[in-house]
Each structure stands twice: as C-alpha cells, then as structure tokens.
C-alpha cells in the first residue's frame, strides 16, 4: 500500500516538474524572438495545417446561422454588389482579366482569388461582415450594412463565371462604391487611373457616369461639364490700375483718391512743393515769373 503512495507520489512530482519545464519553455520561446513572424517566412506545414482547420471550422459553424436572402441572386444585387467589389476588394481577390497586385503577393496567407474559387455565400458574408484575425482580411460590418454585404456574397458567386468585358460592364452599371454610408472614398468604382480624373475607374468606366455635376475649375470658379483641363488665363487689370489675385470675386475698387491741389497767386515763382503739402496760396510774384509743378 505504501509502496503504491509513493509511485504516485512520485510520478505526480515529475508530472508537475515537466509541466513546469515546457511552461518554462513555450515563455522562452516567446519572449527570446525565436519565432519570425514576417510575412515573407512562410509557417511550418504543421501550423500551415492546423491554422487552417481552425479557421475553417470557424466560419463554418457560425455561417451555419445565417440565412440568405430569398432574392440573393436577383440582378439587381449581383449589380449592387459588383461596384463595392470592384472598389473594395480587387486589390487582394482580383478582377477578371487582372493580375497580381503588390497587395495580393505581399500578403501572408495569400488572399483567395476569387475570379478561380467559389466561396459559399453565406461563408462569404460572413467573413465579409467579421473579417479574419491575422490574415489582412477586415471585418467590413462596422461601416457596410448587412443588405449590401449579402449583394457583394451574391457577386462573388457570379464572379468565377465572369470574363474582363462582362466584369467591367457590371461594374460600370453599379453605384460604385456605395453602401449606404460610411464610405472612405466616395464614387472609387474599380482599380484602374482614369484618364484626368482623380479617382480610379475600371476599364470601359464611361467617362461622364459621374452626371451633371461640374467641379471647380482652378482660378476659384466653375466650369460647365466636359471642358477639357487647362489653366484659366490671369485675370486682367481691374480699373484703377492695379491687379487682382486669382479667384477674387467680382467687385467695384474704390475711386482713387485725387491728389491735393491748391491755388498760387498770380506770379508765383517756380518751385516744388514736397510731397504732403496742404492746399496754400503763395504770395504775389514778380509778373512773367516762371510756373511751376508739385510732386506728386
């Protein structure tokens, strides 16, 4: 019986000391930077393995609960939905017709392109919506509401079956990029620079889909929609012999002030009054005595 005691006794004590050891070892571990986490290092196959079996599992249970819309994959949505994407989400999950950007080979793990994969809708809202910890993945549901989350899921099932022409005249039917508020960069559609325009557009983007509006020229006034870019000549002396700045408003300068004059008795002789000399008169001159001027 005692003998049994002490086994246990034992076996408890070199239990608690390597438990304590591996402790010790995982703190070692780190805290002496032994792991690098840059993303170029790509992890262990192992952890590679386990990270994505947890990650998965995860999304998958919780996209369980959701339901989809009756109507997901109506036009209208996949419409909707193609705008944001072609704002929001082509520079890590690309775009028919598009290659790797900085963004999508600089990221550790590499961001599905989803011009090659389709993602279930209800697992694509729901990343969408959270995000992924760790991965570069945002949870876009702090400034996107749902209606416009489950649009954007119903593109992405239409996307894999999209080539660069029909991709791009979806698009350039959206409201770009436009979900109900919250947007960082208003009226972004798409990837690509447009042509003296101060935002991207995807390509076939018309050039007048912004409608109307007409933006302020340089010079502080507008111009009418579709004047091609160029620099408005200075503006011309105002009366009264002086300049305007570049954008001053229309007005009427003050008249100038006329200069003081006075009278001289007949025969003053001549001479220059200095500057500032108020209205005098002179005592009589000499006749034929010569005339003469003030400064100014």
């Avoid at 070892?25 to 192992?46: L, Q, S, T």
């Avoid at 959701?66 to 997901?72: R, V």
């Amino acid at each position: 019986m005692q003998t049994t005691r002490r086994r246990l006794t034992v076996m408890t004590v070199v239990a608690g000391v390597a438990i304590a050891l591996l402790l010790l070892g995982v703190f070692a571990f780190v805290r002496a930077g032994i792991y690098n986490v840059g993303a170029d290092d790509p992890h262990y196959p192992m952890t590679t393995s386990l990270l994505a079996q947890v990650r998965d599992a995860s999304i998958e249970a919780r996209a369980r609960r959701l339901e989809a819309p009756q109507d997901l994959m109506s036009e209208e949505r996949i419409i909707q939905g193609a705008g944001n994407y072609a704002a929001m989400c082509t520079q890590c999950h690309l775009a028919p017709g598009m290659g790797p950007t900085e963004l999508s080979k600089g990221l550790y793990p590499a961001p599905p392109d989803l011009t090659k994969q389709t993602v279930n809708a209800a697992e694509a809202f729901w990343v969408i919506k959270h995000g992924v910890k760790a991965s570069g993945m945002p949870a876009w549901g702090s400034s996107m509401g749902d209606e416009y989350i489950w649009n954007m899921a119903a593109f992405i099932q239409r996307l894999p079956k999209l080539d660069a022409a029909q991709y791009q005249a979806l698009v350039a039917k959206s409201d770009g990029h436009s979900h109900g508020g919250g947007e960082t960069t208003p009226h972004d559609h798409g990837t690509m620079p447009a042509a003296g325009g101060d935002h991207p557009h995807p390509p076939g983007t018309p050039a007048d889909h912004h409608g109307p509006e007409s933006a302020p020229a340089v010079g502080g006034h507008p111009h009418p929609p579709g004047r091609p870019a160029h620099h408005d000549k200075p503006a011309a002396p105002a009366p009264g012999g002086h300049a305007h700045a570049p954008g001053t408003p229309p007005h009427v300068d003050a008249p100038a002030k006329a200069p003081a004059t006075h009278d001289h008795a007949p025969g003053t002789p001549a001479h220059v009054d200095p500057p500032g000399t108020p209205p005098h008169d002179h005592a009589p001159a000499k006749p034929g005595a010569e005339t003469h001027s003030h400064a100014p």
